[in-house]
């Protein structure tokens, strides 16, 4: 056998000697063992959201004379027709719900198709 | 459609998405786990667990994985770093090394059957001579990317595929025929 011959059947021997391990849950078990994603920005977004909240509550308190306009509106709920508030309420409801709905379903899909 | 290697790692760097990593560690594991099995001589438990470490060392220090050498390089590179540093820990615990295990397998025992041999021949080999045959011959990494994987020169890495190489073919010479 010349040289060349030899070293390829060698070589092909040795691929031929290492066949396709099987996964058998490796994977699962190394995805187990990573550490979980850092949530980078998450405290920052919610120090933003929460500042902002309290500043723009602090100018509407002071521009407003020390929140009368609060005790004026809440005057005027008083006087609104009591089938008004009742259609109101459902308004709302019917709002909250169709937000949740819409909430699951996409995160429904989002989960199918990462396990997919 | 599938998505490469670096499209994977590119989702594991921005989003850090565990599933594209899932999908990277389902592509080599084979790889990876055939490796360091044939390292640690068929110790399949070892070995798997070195692959584990392996994988989990890389996705934690992905970021430094620039790209220059493909994704399986630079993960075999890691895995053999893995094996090295246990196989130093089992030597000083145990006080194992090359010689005496060659000294204990005596070649005229091999069972009948070529690949029985094959790996028999393969893990009488010195360490560095069996880590460059594997790479290069049964992985088909090229000297370069094994001179990288192992950290030793283009030249050595040359010199030990031969002389493994040289070896093997003597111990299966009958087989050849």
Redesign the interface.
Known sequence: ?SEQV??D???R??????P????DG??A???R???Q??RRGEFLRSFILVGMSALASALTYVLSDGGRFLVVEMFKITTIPTLWVVAFALASGLLVMAGGIFAATSKTTQLES?IG | MELTDAALVARVLVD?D??A??EL??RH??SI??LL??LTRGDVALA?DL??DA??RA??NIRSFRGEAKFSTWLYRIAYNCFREDARKRKELVGIDEEQWQAEHDPQTVDPG??HD??HA?SLLPLHERSA??LC????LSHEEAARVLEIPLGTVKTNVLRG?EK??KT?ATW??
Request: glycine share 4%; aromatic share 10%; with cysteine.
């Open positions: 056998m030899e070293q059947w060698l070589d021997k040795l691929q031929e000697a290492a396709y391990i099987e996964d490796f994977t078990r190394v995805l063992a990573l550490p994603p850092a990462s | 850090e565990q599933n990593y899932g560690v389902r594991q084979s786990r055939g099995r044939q798997d692959a584990q994988f989990v996705y934690k070529l690949r094959l790996m393969l045959v594997l011959c049964q992985n088909g190489r093997l073919k299966l050849a025929e």
